[in-house]
């Protein structure tokens, strides 16, 4: 059964390309993509048979939130089973986002700032759909686009959080001397 839905879901994919789909296809499609929108991507993955995994490769100590960013971002990695729009849309989120974050190194809040703008632009699940890069052509990679946009924002909230963590510690340190 899982084969057939991924062998479905390519096939699908594959006209969209050609511009081979009639009406009753496109609604297929937009079903699948709705459904897709309606979970986290995890649950999206293991629908279709894929899975998104991370491996830890940097564990170095940061000192900062830019290092806590860059490492989390070493450490993340895209199952390759996963679409390949999906996979081009999600990146295109990450690299302008690691754009931002590289200009704005000493000061990432402004980097927050920018991407709550943009996801409260984009709304709930990537909806909005006029407000996403014109680049993003198949409802799959404005989901990977919307996906990306939130790794981002949960890898800059663990960031804020392990710096505070790292400022407690020391904090509480200088009080037991």
Do not use: C
């Not at 390309?17 to 993955?45: C, I, K, P, V, Y």
């Not at 993003?136 to 392990?162: F, H, M, N």
């Amino acid at each position: 059964m899982m084969n057939e839905n991924n062998d479905r879901i390519d096939e699908m994919l594959e006209q969209v390309r050609a511009g081979n789909m009639n009406s009753t296809s496109m609604n297929d499609f937009d079903r699948m993509a709705q459904r897709a929108q309606s979970d986290d991507l995890s649950e999206m993955a293991k629908t279709y048979g894929y899975s998104a995994t991370r491996t830890q490769r940097n564990n170095a100590p940061v000192n900062n939130r830019y290092e806590h960013f860059m490492q989390a971002l070493d450490n993340m990695m895209l199952s390759t089973r996963v679409s390949a729009s999906y996979r081009d849309g999600f990146q295109i989120a990450l690299d302008r986002y690691v754009n931002k974050v590289e200009l704005n190194r000493n000061n990432l809040s402004i980097v927050d700032k920018t991407l709550r703008q943009e996801l409260i632009r984009v709304g709930k699940n990537g909806s909005n759909t006029s407000q996403m890069p014109f680049d993003l052509t198949s409802p799959i990679a404005r989901r990977g686009y919307y996906q990306g946009l939130k790794w981002v924002e949960e890898a800059l909230d663990q960031s804020k959080v392990a710096m505070m963590k790292r400022v407690s510690a020391a904090v509480l340190k200088a009080l037991e001397k």
